[in-house]
């Protein structure tokens, strides 16, 4: 089966397509394989035609709610570059009942493996408690934070259509249930109480077009103190949270005021900078900030000088009293 994947990819590349358009042609053509192996469901590739007809008439069929929705949204987003290669791949899946998930092939995906171990330390983190509980993803970019956990509600907001689609049909390939919500947490209103939160404004952060290489680079940076403030505002009493950010906006000037106040607050647990290696652009550091309830200290660990996550917390550690901070780059 490997082998077929490959093959798949190779004609894609040949073929021009990116990385990431290949990634999400691969995730969606396995998820219809899996409606077809699972429930005798068809869909034609050949063409753009026959698949949106076999879409349609395979939605009026279904039964299973979250199915149908995922289904009529891939026929309103034209996603799928049909002809017969594709159609090939899709039998080659149902013949050998393989389904293809995301895990499989994050390597498609830039920085697709140190994204993965990121990911699962801040999902350690998060759940060190082990309790079940509502585990939200505040910013969906795919499945692969969301599909680490079992035995939660998983709830994630999106910021586009696409990202709403594929994040839910890829939990479904693992099959995990999902309430996946298209929506901006930079412009739109949210609400609900969560146990769990994790967000990667790294990547959300960072615009490589915005300016040459400084600080201003991260133009989104006056929007994660604001949104990191609100989302605190939703975590349950015991709940924690976690973050992936460029260390460059722990003191951004755009969000010092909603930094100090959550300093007050005792919102901030922990600073985890990590391995330039996992930085989106390796010109800048990159940290995880824990937040919980009720830290009259907050602790730093710099892991900048380990090769990899597996003894980050036996980085240099400073712990320092919630009102005697004046900087979250205690290590500059």
Sequence with gaps: MENIVKNFIDINQVNGYKAHEIYYEIMIVSYLAKLSIENNKTFDFTNKDLYLNSLKNAAEQMEDSLDKDVVVALISYDYIYCNSFVHQFYLSLIANKQIITSKEIDNLLE?????????????????????????LDCCCQNDMFLRLADEYQLKGFASNDLMTILTTLQLRLCNKESDIKELDIVNDYYDGEFDYIFGDMHKFSYDEKACPINEEIFMQGMSLWPNIARLYSLLSSEGRMVFFVPSVVLDHLRGMNIRDNLL??????????????????????????????GNKEVTFIDARKHDDLSNVFNGDTKVIRFNEIESLRVFD
């Design 111 to 135: 920085n697709g493996k140190e994204l993965n171990e990121v990911y699962q330390l801040a999902f350690d983190i998060l759940t060190k408690d082990k309790k079940k509980a509502i585990i």
């Design 264 to 293: 007050l607050d005792k919102a901030i647990e922990k600073v985890i900078f990590l391995p330039r290696k996992y930085a989106i652009n390796k010109d800048f550091d990159c940290a995880l900030m824990i937040f919980s309830r």
